[in-house]
């Protein structure tokens, strides 16, 4: 079974910063990695990922301001968020795009989300 456990998230000042955390369990592989995010009102958007060869994608609204990272060793990928800004207030999300052990091929996994609020 796979499972992806977050952490990290929390309130914060405009301008603060905050570190989020993902470990997997159960992937065998794992090819992509990331974090998407979820304001209320709105649709699941991207916010960064990497792949396994660690190439990265951010959002534009992020660039300059949270930087993704992964330790293959450990299953776990961590986005580092500076110079938070309110609009960032979301529920975070992690996604990982990998091979679990219960099955053969790539699918998309998620966790269940925390939530990160930046106060004005």
């Known amino acids: 079974q796979v499972q992806l456990v977050e952490s990290g998230g929390g309130l914060v000042q405009a301008g603060g910063s905050l570190r989020l955390s993902c470990t997997a369990s159960g992937i065998f592989s794992i090819n992509s990695v990331g974090w998407f995010r979820q304001a209320p009102g709105n649709e699941r958007e991207l916010v960064a990922t990497?792949?396994?060869?660690?190439?990265?994608n951010y959002a534009d609204s992020v660039k300059g301001r949270f930087t993704i990272s992964r330790d293959n060793a450990k299953n776990m990928v961590s986005l580092q968020m500076n110079s938070l800004k309110p609009e960032d207030t979301a529920v975070y999300y992690c996604?990982?795009?990998?091979?679990?052990?219960?099955?053969?091929?790539?699918?998309?996994?998620w966790g269940k989300g925390t939530l990160v609020t930046v106060s004005s």
């Open positions: 990497i792949t396994s060869v660690g190439r990265t």
């Open positions: 996604w990982v795009y990998g091979i679990a052990y219960s099955t053969a091929s790539n699918a998309n996994y």
